[in-house]
């Protein structure tokens, strides 16, 4: 007997325990979203997760701030590479008006990410690296563990990195509000499906 019904070939995706979330009335997030773990996932007002956006908090607490935009294939909260215990009962605190890209993976333990921060594609930030305002990652970049990244900083893959000194800070705010509107009339969103 065959089924209509086309079949992925992709193995299927483990996850665990639901984990308690607290979400603002104004979020979007996609039914193929991911969330599992033992702490509290919060997400802010106006931001965005894609489909397949995988969200893990059983290795500490994720905070989203406002108008933050998560695409799809992202792991928020991953397992450190170098299990050793952390202080900080924060897992990933994400602050307000940052992107990121796809397939990029922030590690749980204390991992801050400032206001406005760009985290490109393919990019790792390690457990208890802390980014500050506005800084930028370009596509495949690699945060060590522990590391401090100053304000207004573009890291490139290769290691270099510069000042940004752009002033254009006010112009991408009102450039990711723009496209949180579209992105909120594309996805679908069902936030109940996580309560």
Partial sequence: MSSSKRQS????????????????????????ALL?????????????????????????????????IIHERTSIGAVSAEPTPSESRDGVVINDYVTVEVGAVLESGGTIIGEGCQIGVGCKVGKGAKLGKHC??????VIQPGETVPDFTVVYSNGIRRSDKRGVTDLKNKVQARQIEVLRRLIPSNPAKFQ
């Fill in 36 to 68: 599992t773990g033992n702490h509290t996932i919060n997400v802010s007002s106006e931001s965005v997760i894609h489909p397949r956006a995988k969200l893990d908090s059983s290795n500490g607490r994720i905070t989203i701030g406002r108008r933050c």
């Fill in 9 to 32: 070939i992709l193995p299927r995706v483990q996850s665990g325990p639901k984990a308690p979330v607290n979400f603002s009335s104004s979020i979007t997030i996609a039914d193929s």
């Fill in 136 to 141: 930028t990652l370009t596509p495949q970049s």
